[in-house]
């Protein structure tokens, strides 16, 4: 066997790492050979000064210096993930911003005149109604910019929205609301304190009674009432209204109208001042064509300040007098069921079973999908995170 | 309340893992010297060592959640600091930063940075100081994976299984890298004995620069 070799057995010769025969090889080569025998020992004596290095101290404060270090990590964990991962939370950040761009757009409450002082409100009351009131308030808002500011309010820094202020708003509101009660006259009479109450009065009522049933139950009375009230104690009587039963249903709309209402005021002003000066013409007419020809003109224009003047009537009274239109039936008192059979029983339970769970399963699908986007992120996120501990484990 | 004293590394690592600093803190106080140590010699300054040592624990604490304990935790930790301070030694390399044992080349030859060591004592300790500051120059000449292996080796007593996992390599790859470097230290001790000895006990130089 060759030196070469043999002293490739060297190091793992003196850590001990060798197979009794490749030790009994090697002892074998350094008693014959005096080189390798002179190497060997060269190479214990280098092995024995390493090992014979004493071991440093560790410096003073070392460990609190690495926990502070850790304390630090361990707090912020998030942050780091974040820091390395800048451009995905840029990402993230623009996402949500986009989302909640389009819900603000698409109406969530953020009532569009903000900021403005409440007096400026002469008798109108606020203008939110509630969810679904502002979602309609804002979209009908929307074309105010197209809205001539009057000259004299073109002032330095008065925004539309500011001239707005300026006028009365007009708001058309209605609610809507289904109520189960449990004693039908009760709670008509209620309402109608209610209503009274606030200055404002019945615009319509219907009622309906079932048929009694065989055995004297049932008879239950539902029925349908228009209100109208000041539009200042709109959300009172809404308020005070549904809290008389149980409220099945509930939809709030408002309108603004106020720009309608003023362009409608303006041309109004100008059919006057022109059916003003057709009385001026037709005081001066000679002929009888001409007399013929400027009266014409004046019914066209009386016509339109008539067309007017009911539209400005309608709003005046719907601005001012909001509707709530109720809903009211009775509670039903739980129907006996003429006791079915078993099999009936079964198969009704069954039929429910199945619906219940069609019904579960469709909610699932909805809340998935509602839940997709978020989970889409939290994803990325998640992906980012094991990414970035991968790489610090490397 | 367990006392953190009498677990063993497999507990603290899981409870450090769930971010029990405290278990995590138990394991710098049972590792830190042997870290510190080698972190010491591979970087050849105590200060740098200490900087590297907490780097690669800080490293460790970040990278826990990785360790799922295929090795001992203390091979793993190896691992760890082995790498932290060979990149740091790369990026140095590259950078051209001149460590204290490192040879400088002049127009006289090589010469090699001296720290004067005025710290005075018994022969005895001048002996043995004697004797490590040549060893510890001897492996700052070495290049940095053999002097990784020796150290994991010699300093800090892996087996040549364990040293496997610590490099990431295979044990045929650790017994020829180990052999080829004490060789290369054999070399340097032998040649470097005569002038590390004139330059620690005579100190007249004073330093050279």
Redesign the interface.
């Known amino acids: 066997m060759k030196c070469r070799d043999i002293r490739e057995m060297f190091s793992p010769y003196l850590d001990d790492e060798l197979s009794q025969e490749e030790r009994a090889r090697v002892e074998e080569h350094v008693r014959a050979c005096d080189k390798c025998a002179e190497e060997l020992r060269a190479l214990g004596s280098v092995v024995d000064m390493v090992r014979g290095m004493p071991p440093a101290p560790v410096p003073q404060g070392f460990r609190s210096r690495v926990m502070r270090a850790v304390e630090k990590e361990a707090r912020a964990p998030i942050r780091k993930v974040l820091r390395g991962y800048r451009g995905l939370a840029a990402i993230a950040a623009a996402l949500l911003l986009v989302v909640g761009a389009y819900l603000t757009v698409a109406g969530l409450p953020f009532p569009a005149a903000q900021g403005i002082p409440e007096s400026a409100h002469v008798g109108s009351g606020e203008v939110a109604v509630g969810d679904a009131g502002e979602a309609m308030y804002s979209k009908v808002a929307a074309p105010e910019e197209e809205l001539a500011e009057p000259a004299d309010m073109q002032m330095a820094g008065l925004g539309v929205e500011d001239v707005l202020d300026l006028y009365e708003r007009k708001v058309i509101r209605n609610a809507f609301l289904r109520l189960e009660v449990e004693d039908f006259d009760e709670s008509y009479r209620r309402i109608i304190t209610i209503v009274k109450g606030v200055g404002g009065y019945v615009q319509q009522s219907t009622f309906r009674t079932d048929e009694p049933g065989p055995e004297g139950q049932g008879g239950y009375k539902s029925g349908r009432l228009v209100l109208r009230v000041p539009s200042e104690f709109f959300e009172s009587a809404v308020e005070e209204i549904g809290s008389l039963g149980e409220l099945r249903d509930r939809e709030i709309t408002g309108q603004d109208v106020t720009m309608e209402y003023y362009d409608l005021e303006a041309r109004k002003r100008n059919a006057e001042r022109q059916e003003q000066r057709l009385l001026e013409i037709l005081a001066q007419a000679k002929t009888v064509n001409e007399i013929l020809q400027v009266e014409r003109e004046l019914a066209r224009v009386r016509g339109e300040i008539e067309v007017y003047e009911g539209r400005l009537r309608y709003l005046n009274n719907v601005t001012t007098l909001s509707t709530i239109t109720v809903e009211l039936s009775e509670a039903r008192e739980e129907e006996e069921p003429a006791s079915p059979g078993l099999w009936d029983r079964m198969t009704v339970a069954f039929r429910d079973s199945i619906r219940a769970m069609l019904d579960l399963a469709g909610r699932a699908l909805v809340f998935l999908a509602a839940a997709a986007p978020v989970l889409l992120i939290l994803a990325a996120l998640w992906l980012a995170y094991r990414r970035f501990r991968g790489r610090a484990g490397a | 309340m367990v006392n953190l004293r009498e677990i063993s590394d497999e507990q603290l690592v899981m409870r450090a893992k769930r971010?029990d600093?405290d278990a995590?803190?138990e394991l710098?106080?049972r590792y830190?010297?042997r870290i510190?140590?080698l972190a010491?010699?591979m970087m050849g300054d105590?200060?740098d060592?200490?900087d590297m040592?907490?780097e690669a624990?800080?490293?460790a604490?970040?990278?826990l959640?990785?360790?799922r304990g295929d090795a001992s935790f203390s091979t793993w930790l190896y691992r760890v600091a082995s790498n932290v301070c060979l990149d740091e030694l790369r990026r140095r390399g590259r950078r051209g930063e001149v460590s204290l044992d490192a040879p400088l080349t002049t127009e006289q030859g090589q010469l090699r940075r001296e720290v004067p060591d005025t710290a005075a004592g018994p022969a005895e300790v001048v002996e043995?100081r004697e004797?490590?500051a040549?060893?510890?120059r001897a492996?700052g000449l070495l290049p940095d994976d053999h002097r990784l292996v020796?150290l994991l080796?010699?300093?800090e007593g892996l087996?040549?299984g364990e040293l496997a996992e610590a490099l990431g390599c295979p044990v045929g790859t650790v017994?020829?890298r180990?052999?080829r470097a004490?060789?290369k230290?054999?070399e340097l001790?032998?040649s470097a004995e005569p002038e590390a000895s004139r330059v620690v006990k005579g100190n007249e130089r004073g330093g050279a620069r």
């Open positions: 971010g600093t995590f803190g710098v106080a830190e010297h510190f140590n010491y010699r105590p200060e060592g200490a040592a907490q624990f800080l490293r604490f970040k990278a959640r990785g360790f043995r004797a490590e040549l060893v510890h492996l020796v080796r010699d300093i087996s040549y017994k020829s180990l052999n004490r060789a230290l054999r001790l032998l």
